[in-house]
């Protein structure tokens, strides 16, 4: 027990070395990976839309949903120091972070109306789903390298 309570205590240390060390890179990432997540849920969206697959309310509005909460929380990944490094965030996102959050926030309000629209069918989330595609290009426009 207490041996495996040292080695437990000696990984976290390690881990705490590594975080130290890359804590911009693994930022980095991590706004990475939910922004994948928003590419992810907006292809399952489209292919949707453009009937590739069948509609299904449930999954429209499980996408939504998970592009709305990323949204909640990936403006708060833009820290100062961050822009250096494998990001294509541009100089933007750190000199204007009131703009890029505002833009999340849009977000988060339009992909739930998109995902409450859901239950009223594909021409109706169609509709709503125009509003994210908006925000994603307005955002991309404007804070992301192109
Ligand atoms: C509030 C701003 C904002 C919104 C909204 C936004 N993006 Fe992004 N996106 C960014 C920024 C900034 C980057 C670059 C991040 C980096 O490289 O550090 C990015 C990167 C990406 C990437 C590349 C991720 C990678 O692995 O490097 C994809 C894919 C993406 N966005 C898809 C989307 C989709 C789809 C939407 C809409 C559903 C969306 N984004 C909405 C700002 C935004």
């Given at each position: 027990m207490k041996k495996?309570?040292?080695i437990a205590i000696a990984l976290i240390g390690i881990s705490a070395a590594a975080?130290?060390?890359g804590q911009q890179d693994d930022i980095i990432k991590m706004r990475q990976r939910l922004m994948?997540?928003?590419g992810q849920a907006a292809k399952?969206?489209?292919s949707m839309l453009r009937g590739?697959?069948?509609f299904d309310a449930t999954v429209a509005a499980a996408v939504?949903?998970?592009i709305s909460h990323d949204n909640a929380?990936?403006?708060d990944l833009f820290p100062d120091g961050s822009d250096k490094g494998d990001t294509n965030a541009g100089l933007e996102a750190f000199s204007d972070?009131?703009?890029?959050?505002?833009?999340?926030?849009?977000m988060v309000a339009d992909a739930k109306a998109a995902a409450d629209s859901a239950a009223k069918g594909k021409d109706a989330f169609a509709e709503a789903f125009k509003a994210v595609g908006a925000n994603c290009q307005a955002c991309h426009e404007k804070y992301r390298k192109s």
């Open positions: 495996t309570l040292g975080v130290a060390a994948d997540s928003n399952v969206a489209v590739d697959i069948p939504a949903n998970s929380v990936v403006y972070k009131a703009g890029l959050k505002a833009i999340s926030l849009k």
